[in-house]
């Protein structure tokens, strides 16, 4: 059987459709005790004295630790995990991010103690009979305000907020002479709003410090189970790796805010050794969302000029991006090398500038949120686009099909060399645009949308057409670009005497899937049922060593390792395939899980080959017992997915109210292991694109709170607001990776946005507007159309 | 200060004492282990919760405990029949209706309800039906495909 290419029904629902998955909540350790965080309601405000005493008296509680404790302790707080040097060469501004803080708050929901009781709800009486004294100061939640002299200090030691400042591309002086002398040159000043990563599950961690070994287990949602324990073991606890133990066991949702380390994860494993009882800490919602980093949140000025004949000339683009209160791990790469890095879209433009100030707030920390930085260089490119085209009175379409790169498959062609430092492995853009303007009938919405104006509605149609960079990555690069980590993947496949294959993956899934897709792979490469084949992860003590799951690497850089460890398993195999059938290595073939020799009926079974591995009497000499190998890849290069997303809106004139009609989205995520569920994937990474297009978005007021930190007020797309998508693809193979996938992750978020947003500028064309700003909201529309 | 209760949870009778001001879903998940009822949002608002009270979806971290004193409760580990799962657990099954999964059992929860109310309902009267469930993963698509999976099956 062929299980590469077909939709395989995923091996991993049966836990989750029966009500037996295995989420951190779910966990019960004997002796566990509960914990609850008392955090500061203030953005910004010194911490004049906590008073811990009537709290410490109360029932069930077991301890109370604060910052003086965590400050006496030595510990210093997490770490960042990417380096951006300014643009004079000075290492960025990295003030520590403290467990606990002890002398301000530089965020509502900065943690100021940790309340321990023997339950949750003991835990979170005292909690709110812990007195702090506070001294409010003024507090800055927008990146460009805070950059301005006279704005309130985050970190005293960071001069007005800025944490770096970067740049790439050409030089900015021949960009900005190609732009003054263009024929036209369409400018956008816009905001791409803060958004909540709002996995459904709440973060949560539990510490587990067993006296009798000497040892910590961690149990926590986490995307990144082996990361967590190298940040907390060598940068926060100081203590040693291979005396912790991260599980990661299922994870409801992670979209990037589960790829960080977590100041709770370090609390609880280091409370947990003072207090030595496990102790369990889950986040309620109000917590996730203002602790959970969050995504984008930048302010952007971009130009792009074109000829007389519509072909782009140059791009610039200037951006604020706000990190927050404190750098979070990958914080600093976000807004530069995964943002900066895709403004060569897919586009010929011969000279790009970008420059970006990072900048500290009194939020939240800013991070890796599904896309990570690629979202805001698409919604940048095709805004763009849509509105040179408007403006040239050019069709948007034509207009980027004019404009494209011309194919390459990264093997007859090399690849592609942007302005903005990547190479592209293999692209061909022009056909996901041609195909999806034939599953919109384009032709006939054009006539449609003029119908439409004699009974109250406004149709729109928008387009978006991207490329990313996934399959994250190669550790040589990112190395030069600051990462403070390599990106390999490691796995081991291990053949068990009877046949059966447990593979041990670094990669680690929470929805995505890899008990089924990873199973399929080895199931075809070996030969064998995918019965016989599990699919292990999330377990420091069980895989060898893993770089976690983001950057749509999983199948790329993970499913490449498990490729490399097969190979090296089918190897040996064919030695002692070899020794059994008295044949020379060169004359087998292997095929359905059995070594034949060439053109003869001789053969023997890969079980019969796994069990002499193991019972090794009769084998070859010199040759190690044992079918059972490890392996690490580091991907050449990153992957490029493309594709196109075309989106019609139907816009109320009465109400306002924009109703997304129909979604076409066209990709090319290279080769696909399982189409179903790459299907998903791309459904779900649409919902949330189209999601901050028109409902979502983080709103701070001017003292710094978050006025909608709950499910009742952060608007999210519920089933109603979406109609079924309508998606096809392309395959245009990776030609780097033993696999030739490219990686399905993020592709619908990075896409679905600009498409949204273009549509309903089209359907508002004859309002003589420039721009509206997300989420484009039925208040926001009326507004334009009534001109309230 | 803890008061008795006697709750039947998936046809067994539960007799217990509760703090009167513990939700359902808490005395679900901590008291009877039964862990597949998951908590999302504390505002009723996810879904998440979703259970059924004598025959009714209802999400559990709205309610207390004692108000189910008396009454009984389906979860998810009751949908099943054996080893015969419910139609609408293979409808998410075939259909691709989950992915990460911690939605999944209110989803369920909710669309059996909404079934037995509407048989044979509409895209429109799915994707209304489950307005009250928030899912992250799957953009709903595969979860409105699930459930009609699930009443081709029961019709």
């Known amino acids: 059987m062929t299980y590469i290419g077909s939709s395989v029904k995923r091996v991993e629902d049966k836990r989750f459709i029966t009500g ?75 003030p520590p991010h403290p467990l606990l803080v002890s002398d301000k708050a530089r965020h509502a929901g900065d943690a100021i103690a940790m309340v321990i009781a023997e339950t949750y709800a003991q835990a979170k009486d005292a909690a709110e009979m812990v007195i702090v004294e506070y001294n409010v100061l003024p507090a800055v939640t927008n990146s460009k305000i805070a950059r301005a002299d006279g704005a309130p200090q985050v970190h005293a030691d960071v001069p007005n907020n800025l944490a770096f400042d970067w740049e790439l591309g050409n030089p900015r002086e021949e960009v900005d002479a190609a732009i003054a002398g263009a024929h036209h040159v369409t400018t956008l000043e816009f905001i791409n709003q803060r958004v909540i990563c709002n996995a459904i599950e709440p973060r949560s961690a539990i510490g587990h410090f067993d006296t009798a070994y000497d040892k910590y287990t961690l149990y926590t949602s986490t995307q990144n189970p082996h990361l967590i324990r ?44 003072q207090i030595k009882r496990p102790i369990k800490w889950t986040a309620e919602r109000s917590e996730s969302f203002v602790t959970d980093a969050a995504g984008r949140d930048h302010i952007t000025t971009a130009k792009m000029a074109f000829d007389k004949d519509g072909n782009i000339l140059a791009l610039s683009s200037d951006t604020f991006a706000n990190m927050g209160a404190y750098l979070s791990t990958f914080a600093p790469a976000v807004p530069t090398y995964l943002h900066g890095t895709l403004l060569q879209g897919l586009y010929t433009t011969p000279l790009i500038n970008v420059s970006v100030d990072a900048v500290f707030t009194n939020t939240t920390a800013v991070d890796a949120y599904r896309g990570a930085g690629r979202p805001e260089a698409t919604y940048l490119l095709e805004r763009l686009m849509d509105t040179a085209a408007l403006e040239m009175g050019r069709d948007p379409a034509e207009l980027r099909l004019q404009n494209f790169i011309a194919p390459f498959d990264g093997v007859e062609q090399e690849g592609y060399q942007t302005q903005v430092a990547l190479q592209y492995d293999s692209g061909n853009y022009a056909p996901v645009l041609k195909r999806g303007l034939e599953m919109v009938g384009y032709e006939q919405f054009r006539a449609d949308q003029k119908a439409a104006e004699s009974t109250g509605k406004l149709l729109g149609i928008g387009f978006s057409t991207y490329v990313e960079a996934c399959g994250i990555a190669p550790s040589a690069v990112v190395g030069a670009l600051g990462a403070r980590a390599g990106l390999f993947e490691s796995a081991q496949v291990q053949v068990h005497p009877t046949g059966k294959v447990s593979v041990y993956s670094g990669s680690h899934s929470h929805g995505q899937g890899h008990e089924t897709s990873f199973a399929q792979v080895v199931a075809d490469k070996m030969g064998i049922p995918m019965e016989d084949v599990e699919i292990i992860h999330g377990d420091s003590d069980a895989v060898a060593f893993g770089m976690g799951t983001y950057g749509s690497r ?113 990709d090319d995520v290279g080769n696909v292991i399982n189409p179903m569920i790459v299907d998903g994937q791309i459904h779900g990474g649409l919902a949330q694109g189209i999601g901050q297009a028109f409902c979502e978005g983080a709103v701070y007021d001017e003292s710094g709170q978050l ?24 395959v245009t193979p990776c030609p780097h990776n033993p696999l030739g996938v490219k990686g399905a992750g993020e592709a619908g978020c990075i896409g679905a946005t600009p498409a949204v947003v273009n549509a309903v500028m089209d359907a508002l064309k004859g309002y003589g507007i420039h721009d509206v700003e997300m989420p484009v909201t039925s208040q926001k529309v009326w507004n334009i159309i009534h001109g309230g | 200060m803890k008061v008795p209760v006697s709750i039947t949870v998936n046809g067994k009778q539960y007799d217990k004492m509760v703090e009167p001001r513990l939700l359902l879903v808490y005395f679900l998940r901590e008291e009877l282990a039964l862990t597949g009822t998951h908590i999302g949002c504390d505002t009723s608002s996810c879904g998440a919760c979703t259970i059924h009270l004598d025959g009714k979806a209802l999400k559990s971290c709205t309610m207390l405990a004692v108000q189910a004193n008396g009454k009984s409760v389906t979860t998810i580990e009751g949908m099943a029949n054996g080893e015969e799962l419910h139609p609408l657990q293979e409808g998410f099954h075939m259909e691709h209706g989950l992915q990460c999964g911690f939605c999944t059992p209110g989803m369920i929860m909710c669309a059996a309800d909404m079934l037995k109310n509407n048989p044979n309902p509409s895209e429109e009267e799915i994707r209304h039906g489950l307005e009250g469930n928030f899912c992250r993963c799957t953009g709903y698509h595969n979860i409105v495909k699930s459930i009609q999976y699930a009443a081709k099956k029961m019709a």
């Not at chain 1, 909540?25 to 953005?43: E, F, G, K, N």
């Not at chain 1, 405000?45 to 404790?69: C, L, P, R, Y």
């Not at chain 1, 003869?600 to 040759?623: C, M, Q, R």
């Open chain 1, 230 to 273: 190298l940040l907390m073991c060598a940068f926060v606890l100081g203590i040693p790796e291979h005396k912790v133990r991260v599980v990661g066991p299922d994870v409801g949702g992670g979209f990037g805010s589960k790829i960080f380390h977590y100041t709770e994860e370090a609390l609880v494993i280091w409370g947990s050794n």
């Open chain 1, 554 to 666: 999983s199948l790329a850089v993970g499913g490449s390792a498990i490729v490399k460890s097969i190979e090296k398993v089918l190897e040996k195999g064919a030695k002692i395939a070899a020794h059994l059938l008295e044949a020379s290595v060169d004359d087998l073939d292997y095929a359905e899980g059995k070594w034949t020799v060439r053109g003869t009926e001789k053969s023997v079974a890969f079980g019969d080959v796994s069990l002499t591995a193991y019972v090794p009497h009769n084998y070859p000499e010199g040759l190690e017992p044992g079918l059972d190998f490890s392996s690490f890849y580091d991907p050449a290069n990153f992957t490029y997915p493309f594709g196109c997303h075309i989106c019609i809106v139907e816009i109320d004139k009465e109400s306002g109210v924009v109703k997304v009609k129909r979604f076409i989205a066209v």
């Open chain 1, 707 to 730: 006025v909608n930190g709950t499910y009742m007020d952060y608007v999210m797309p519920r089933a109603d607001d979406l109609p079924s998508f309508e998606i096809d693809r392309t």
């Open chain 1, 20 to 94: 037996q998955g295995r989420y951190t909540d779910d966990i019960v350790l004997p002796q566990m005790t509960y914990a609850c965080m008392v955090r500061s309601p203030h953005a910004h405000a010194e911490i004049v004295n906590v008073d811990i005493s009537h709290a410490s008296q109360m029932d069930g509680v077991v301890k109370i630790f604060t910052g003086k404790d965590t400050d006496a302790a030595g510990i210093g707080g997490v770490p960042c995990g990417w380096q951006v040097d300014f643009k004079n060469g000075d290492t960025m501004k990295e």
